[in-house]
């Protein structure tokens, strides 16, 4: 069944309350849930706000930085994952967005080496909680911070070596719209999916992110939604908007606005 869901990133202002609140007064049923404001609000008291207005969690967002990158070591980096693994399954989420960390100094083997066998330990408890880890491939333009996956083929490889069903594949509209000649692969990519992010830009990011509403950019959000639902995509879509052009804007004037296209595009 296909759920239409915004990630708490579109609306980075708000409190968690007021995301919940607001969400649930404008007719969505599902929630990205950003482990800050979750954390800021307390988990016990999230949990039981999420049960009263009745929203799905599609995704807790995130953990990684296994490589090293963000200044954690390895050890540290997997503390928080395993912690975020338990969260994920409390809230009932569909998926924890997991990114890999930086290459930052490694080869990209022993990157991919750190990166499989954080997933491979993270799978378990991830199966135990009914969750998948959602991997996301980012535009190589503003990956660095984050993750060196940035393609499909990049996620191929690590999910090959990991050969867990618990492990999926988070795509992003904003990071892989841009190429046009991967919508060709969309039947492959369908099994691997676990959740849809819709992002539109006007311009491939140079460096930071810089989203526009949805529908008033270049990325063919039509035929990508399309390709997806005629082979039997049926789970979540994730609606996220950041960047400097967004941040003038009203959120709920955001908010109304992604909804009307969203129905366009025969979205719930």
């Known amino acids: 069944m296909v759920l239409l869901s915004v990630c708490e990133t579109t609306t980075c202002r708000?409190?968690?309350?007021?995301?919940?609140?607001?969400?649930?007064?404008?007719?969505?049923?599902?929630?990205?849930?950003?482990?800050?404001?979750?954390?800021?609000?307390?988990?016990?008291?999230?949990?039981?706000?999420?049960?009263?207005?009745g929203l799905r969690v599609s995704s807790l967002h995130w953990a990684g930085g296994f490589t090293g990158s963000d200044g954690r070591s390895y050890k540290a980096a997997m503390e928080d994952a395993v912690d975020a693994v338990r969260l994920a399954g409390e809230l009932k989420a569909d998926c924890l967005v997991v990114y890999s960390g930086a290459r930052g100094g490694h080869t990209h083997n022993h990157a991919r080496r750190l990166f499989r066998d954080a997933l491979k330990t993270l799978a378990p408890a991830a199966e135990q909680y009914g969750i998948h880890l959602a991997v996301e491939p980012m535009h190589p333009a503003c990956a660095e911070e984050f993750t060196f996956i940035t393609n499909w083929d990049d996620y191929l490889q690590i999910f090959a070596a990991v050969d867990s069903p618990c492990v999926k594949m988070l795509l992003d509209t904003y990071h892989l719209g841009f190429e046009t000649d991967w919508l060709a692969r969309i039947p492959e990519m369908v099994p691997q999916i676990g959740l849809v992010q819709l992002g539109d830009g006007k311009a491939p990011p140079s460096s930071e992110q810089n989203r526009c509403?949805?529908?008033?950019?270049?990325?063919?959000?039509?035929?990508?939604?399309?390709?997806?639902?005629?082979?039997?995509?049926?789970?979540?879509?994730?609606i996220e908007l950041i960047g400097e052009d967004l941040e003038p804007l009203d959120y709920e004037a955001i908010l109304r606005e992604s909804l009307q296209f969203c129905k366009a595009l025969d979205l719930p």
């Open 14 to 53: 708000w409190s968690f309350e007021e995301d919940v609140d607001r969400y649930r007064r404008l007719g969505i049923s599902a929630i990205g849930v950003w482990r800050q404001k979750l954390s800021d609000f307390g988990e016990e008291k999230s949990a039981e706000l999420l049960a009263e207005y």
């Open 213 to 238: 509403l949805l529908g008033k950019g270049i990325i063919p959000l039509r035929e990508i939604v399309a390709g997806l639902r005629t082979h039997g995509y049926d789970g979540f879509y994730e």
